[in-house]
């Protein structure tokens, strides 16, 4: 067998039985029924379920199926309908854990690997590359997601909330979304982001973040701008699009803009902007830092907290 096939095979082997199929129901004309499914991983021993929050949001019972076709109830421990993430904990043996890597160490262009349950057809695996990372993505909903892997695995209803692998068996994201019409086109939550969600939601059950109202990329800084301005970063964040009514909205900031800091710390990912975001005391005025063109600018910026959607 080829080395290619050989590195997807060993990569799937250690982490298909921590991978899950979810059956959600709700009671339709007073009967109990089937209304949809997707994909989980469990990334705990004792039974916590990384899902999306469109996959179980508002079922009135949740049926979890291992790979050895154990199926038992699985409980909501949480949701957050704006990064589309939820966690499930079930009460059984026999699985294995998911391991959880560290999605900055990505690259574009990277090996990746989907597993899944897309059209109830379980454990299917497609296999793509990293096309792009630090991307904010618009849901459905309208709310901005930070912190999204761009790949070209193929991804399709039933695929959502499973993981997103490398070729060393790690969990690098969620997988969270396609674009309808689009080809070759699917997204994953930040395993980074994902983490940071989990703890707050099986800590408190919910999830608190403020917004700025921006949609960003990642991007490196020319060599040349970070040594005229002394820089001790190596990337930043490219603003695409600033949200009408928003907090940026009504700052300085600028399409075109690249962050550079935000409240007294370098930002060289989403992620690091997502962790401030995070912090209850950033409910207030905070400086922010950007290159425009040539220029170094510093003002400042109100960040709101995102109401959490019943």
């Not at 179980?56 to 199926?65: C, L, Q, R």
Request: a negative charge.
């Amino acid at each position: 067998m080829d080395a290619y096939s050989q590195m997807i095979i060993d990569a799937v082997e250690k982490t298909k039985n921590a991978v899950v199929k979810i059956n959600v129901f709700k009671t339709i004309k007073g009967q109990l029924r089937p209304v949809g499914s997707g994909s989980g991983f469990i990334f705990s021993s004792d039974g916590m379920v990384f899902t999306n929050s469109h996959v179980v949001h508002g079922a009135e019972k949740i049926m979890v199926s291992l790979l050895n076709e154990n199926e038992i109830e699985g409980i909501v421990i949480g949701e957050d309908p704006d990064t589309d993430l939820a966690i499930l904990k079930i009460y059984t043996e026999g699985y294995s854990v998911a391991k959880l890597g560290d999605a900055s160490q990505l690259q574009i262009g990277q090996l990746v690997i989907a597993i899944g349950n897309p059209y109830g057809y379980q454990h299917t695996v497609t296999t793509g590359v990293v096309s792009a990372l630090g991307r904010t993505l618009q849901t459905q909903s309208g709310k901005l997601v930070d912190n999204v892997i761009q790949s070209d695995a193929a991804l399709n209803p039933g695929n959502s909330g499973g993981p997103m692998i490398t070729t060393d068996s790690v969990v690098i994201g969620v997988n969270t979304a396609m674009i309808q019409g689009a080809q070759g086109l699917s997204f994953s939550v930040d395993i980074n982001t994902a983490k940071e969600i989990a703890q707050q939601l099986i800590q408190h059950g919910k999830v608190f973040k403020a917004y700025l109202g921006i949609m960003l990329q990642e991007i490196n800084i020319n060599p040349k701008v970070k040594h005229h301005f002394n820089l001790s970063n190596k990337r930043g964040l490219f603003v695409t699009k600033i949200e009408p009514d928003s907090p940026a909205s009504r700052s300085q900031l600028q399409e075109g803009d690249i962050i550079i800091d935000f409240n007294g710390h370098p930002v060289n990912s989403t992620h690091e902007l997502f962790k401030e975001l995070s912090k209850k005391e950033i409910l207030t005025i905070v400086d922010i830092s950007v290159i425009r063109r040539a220029e170094l600018l510093h003002f400042t910026v109100a960040p709101l907290e995102v109401k959490q959607r019943a």
